[in-house]
């Protein structure tokens, strides 16, 4: 059954849409619809983007992001803290970090997380590079950011036994109750890690 | 704010794919970075994609739906019976009762619906050319298949008040209990509608 009745080129947008993380068979559709209607301010604007994006997006070979430039505008900026690598699994928690502009130093991504689930092994990840990087003379400190899951927090404890040899400082995000998150509505482990992290007020 | 640290190439993708219907912010940058992440599967062919729709999909000058030929191929079907019109409101609503399968005449698609609140009035939707088509001798039905809301039934009211020197029957889809629904989710209005037109079992 064809998810529209007009010809196999919508049918095509609408299955690659499909694929797109969030967005159902349903959404496609509508998605489609929405191009098809705004031809000239949506349809044809994306498809050059993503040909743009596609012909132009690297991955840095440094760090592991994507920018337009090898290496990244985050590894080349002199005014960045060469000395303090902030290890994350995605681009996409790269950019959350740099949203929150918090940390001035530089990034590794790993581009995923250790998962036995999925099969996915320390040789699937870039540690080997992280490994190399921590182990020169500049770097100072390595702060752990992966997601605070199982997986993320298998992949911590696997990169810290391997970087324990190289001589850096090893520190992770800190847990507690999210700003503005009601102690009501968090789970016990969660306020568990609060207290025990207490701080004098 | 940029949205990422990687370029405006990036940016603007996001800030289109945000456009999409279903699609905010976040779901965006998800989206663009799966994109990156799997450029050969899904981004170049997505843009080759949107690129070939925005080349060849066109309006039908009869019904008003899309297709790559015009007339579509529900309007030059000869399988089609020529004697009901369908009118919807949109192309998605005219694929949906292409899915249910449950009529075999030909279309007519509004291109919205009348909304006082959206400023939309008789003379921005495809109406003239519906009464223009009723009026053919060949036409002995239309059937009004707009949603259900308020919107959806002033457009019907208005459409038969247009209709009604044209000589044709006019009906609507029926009201009623959805297949699948359950009493207690179903609201007031409904259970009344299907009431009122119950039948013998």
Known sequence: MPASPAGSEIEKLIALLAKLPGLGPRSAR???LALVKKREQLLLPLADALADVG?????????GSIDVCDPCQICSAPTRDGAILCVVSEV???????????FRGRYHVLGGCLSALDG?????????????RA???????????MN???????????????????GVKIS?????????GELDYLDDGTISAAVASRREF
Chains 1, 2 share one sequence.
């Open 55 to 63: 012909a132009k997006i690297k991955q840095c070979g440094t760090c």
């Open 120 to 132: 996915i092994m320390p040789e699937d990840l870039n540690i080997a590079g992280l490994i190399e």
């Open 92 to 102: 996409g928690d790269l950019w959350a970090m740099e949203r929150a502009a918090a």
């Open 172 to 180: 992770r995000l800190a847990h507690g109750v999210p700003v503005g």
């Open 148 to 166: 605070a899951t199982i997986d993320g927090q298998t992949t911590a404890h696997y990169i810290t036994d391997h970087l324990r040899g190289c």
């Open 135 to 145: 182990a020169a003379a500049d770097i100072t400190e390595v702060i752990l950011a």
């Open 30 to 32: 509508r998605g489609a």
